[in-house]
């Protein structure tokens, strides 16, 4: 069938491509096709930020005896009309044993283009469905949620450059997220974040401690200066934000 890009605003209860058909169960094969191993992303999040597009690489199998012209794996709340993309990629049928296609489908979410809202960040639900050549179609509710969330990003400082051993080192930095209403990136206060330090010649991160963002989103601790070493924030992300790591920042102690 070749590959085929739908173009379509559809979410917040915009005009939908797809409509007329509501979900049913899980697993339930009620026109005739059955969807299955459905994967969205890897099983991770969908992070958006203001700027860039973002392609969410999807995989499904669909099993029928009837001809059809395309099937998709699709987000919705409420009904499945009500959807969450700005286009879809999908490829041609690969065929497996037992009639059935492996299908490989990319979501692409463009904010500099779409007119996304901070109200569709959190969880959506997973519907798959298919057109059929002879008319009609079949939908069904894969009993799977995926988060779709606002990117988060932080930065830092570490100083005196360098440090005297056995001195005091300030660390600060700040959080911000994506804003989708006002398409920048805004002050995430409040946020509970790590501080993790890597000694020079070791291979990874270690927590040191907590650290609360203020009203502005800043982010300011003291520590010891015992070695040297990359200091950095991160931040574990919440339902509806992406997690963010700083850049490291690396201070000399003598």
């Given at each position: 069938?070749?590959?085929?890009l ?18 049913f169960?899980?697993g339930?094969?009620?026109?005739g ?19 860039n ?16 012209t395309?099937?998709a794996?699709?987000?919705y ?21 037992g ?6 489908e990319?979501?692409y979410f ?24 002879s ?7 894969k ?7 606002r ?22 930095g ?17 946020r ?6 890597k ?17 502005k ?34 201070v000399v102690?003598?």
């Amino acid at each position: 069938m070749g590959k085929k890009l739908w173009r379509a605003v559809v979410a917040g209860g915009a005009a939908a491509v797809f409509t007329g058909l509501a979900a049913f169960p899980a697993g339930a094969a009620e026109g005739g096709a059955e969807f299955s191993r459905v994967k969205v992303n890897g099983g991770k999040p969908i992070v958006i930020g203001v700027a860039n597009e973002v392609a969410a690489p999807t995989t499904f199998r669909v099993t029928t005896t009837r001809k059809w012209t395309w099937a998709a794996v699709f987000l919705y709340r409420g009904r499945t009309s009500d959807q969450l993309w700005q286009a879809i990629d999908i490829s041609d049928c690969i065929p497996v044993v037992g009639g059935s296609c492996d299908v490989v489908e990319t979501m692409y979410f463009d904010p500099t283009v779409w007119d996304m809202r901070n109200s569709l960040a959190g969880a959506w639900k997973v519907g798959a469905e298919v057109d059929f050549q002879s008319g009609g179609g079949d939908t069904d509710d894969k009993g799977m949620t995926v988060y779709v969330k606002r990117n988060s990003r932080m930065t830092v400082n570490a100083s005196p450059e360098p440090a005297a051993k056995g001195g005091t080192l300030t660390v600060t930095g700040k959080i911000t997220r994506a804003d989708w209403d006002a398409k920048k990136y805004v002050s995430y206060e409040g946020r509970k974040v790590s501080l993790q330090f890597k000694p020079a010649g070791a291979a990874s991160y270690t927590s040191v401690k907590s650290v609360y963002a203020n009203g502005k989103g800043d982010l300011k601790t003291t520590v010891k200066a015992s070695k040297s070493g990359a200091w950095r924030w991160m931040y574990g992300g919440n339902t509806t934000t992406g997690a963010s790591t700083s850049a490291g920042d690396y201070v000399v102690v003598k």
